[in-house]
Structure formats: C-alpha cells, structure tokens
C-alpha cells in the first residue's frame, strides 16, 4: 500500500496529525537519546510494520508514546499512531488542540464499549494504527495494573493484531535533575505481533480474560 492511499484511507484528521506528530517526534527523538539514553529491543523488523494495528503498552508515564515511537523510523507506515487520551484530559482548554494535532481520541468511562470505542473502530477499519495502555491509568508506583476491557474490545470487534511493547524503566520515578543529569538509562521491549485466541463473546465480562491475556504478554517482555 502507498503512502498515498494510506493517507487517502485515514482521512484528513489523519493525515494532519501524521505531518505534526512526525514534526514533533523529531526533536523529542533527540531529546531521549541524548538525556536518557533509551535501549529499545525488539522480536521484530519495526520497519515491516503497518497497520492495521494495536499496539498495547504499559503505562508509567505522559513520555510514553515517545518512548513507543522512538524506535520506529520517520518514513515507516505505521504513523500516524492514534493514541487513546482520557476524555476530561483530552478537553482541558489549550490542551485540546495540541492533543487532536497529535491525532488522538478521548475516551469516555462508563458509556459502554460500543459507544466510547466508536473512533478506534472506524481507524482500525480503515487500516491505521491505535495506541492504547491497557492498564488505562499512569501506574504511580511503577508495578503492573489491573487490564482494562477495551483492548480485547478493539482486537475482537476489528479482528485486528496486537504489538506488545513493555517499558521496563519506569519514567515515573526519574528526576528533573537526574534527567538533565542524564544519569538514567531508559529500557523498551518490543514484542512479536499476536491475535487473540478465538473466544465467544456474549458478555461485556467476556472481555476481562482476553484483557489478562494481553497485559500478560506485555508483562513477559
């Protein structure tokens, strides 16, 4: 698929957000390797990757999904990456703007899965790429959290796979000073795609060994 088709697929928010995240991915990819250094390993040729595509990430940190798109090349077809942002995050005044540029979507608590999951339904059916943290909260401690349903949701209602990627440093507990210091070492794991192994679905609970199952694998990184 081109480049040009791809774009034409995803639609003009798409393609908007593809120029800008790329513009600003450029000087925070400077910005890692240069005060923290990041390590990033992967199971796969990231360069191959396209979507559609999940990609599930722990989350320990707001520099998360710089971390995620360190690794992958400027030019590659996996961007832009549509990443899920909380609702009363997403509509913060000033915010806004700067997030929809960078081409994520809010998501709302206890709409149910249908209604809050409208926006990556219709990417992943176009052929791009969402970026979720299943644990669907900043892990403060740095130890894993408890799997929200919507990953499985999403993998199962698009028939989409699944790229693990696990952030073993966590960014949480770093310093301002020890990051200009650049006295850390940041660590990324990067996981083989996977699909889900087939399950009936008949209820929403349904979802919640699915979601184990991907945080899991995360988990094993």
Known sequence: MSRDVHWGKLGMHSF???????SFLIPMKLFLWFFLHPEV??????????????????????ADPFLIGYKLPL???IFPIHFAILNKIYHFPFVFPLLWLLGTFPVKRRIGLDESLKVPVNILNRGGV???????????KGGPGKPKRGVAYLAFKTGTQILPIRIITPVIK???????SRRYRLKVKIGKPFYLPSK?????????QPANYVINRIRQL
């Open 75 to 77: 030019d590659s077809k």
């Open 41 to 62: 390993k992967s199971e796969i040729n990231v360069k191959k990757l396209n979507g559609p595509l999940i990609i599930a990430c722990n989350h320990t940190s707001w």
């Open 200 to 208: 009936t679905i008949k209820e929403v609970e349904d979802y919640n």
């Open 130 to 140: 969402v970026g979720i943290f299943p644990e669907g909260k900043r892990q403060w």
């Open 174 to 180: 770093m310093t301002a000073f020890g990051v200009l």
């Open 16 to 22: 908007i957000s593809l120029i800008f995240s790329l």
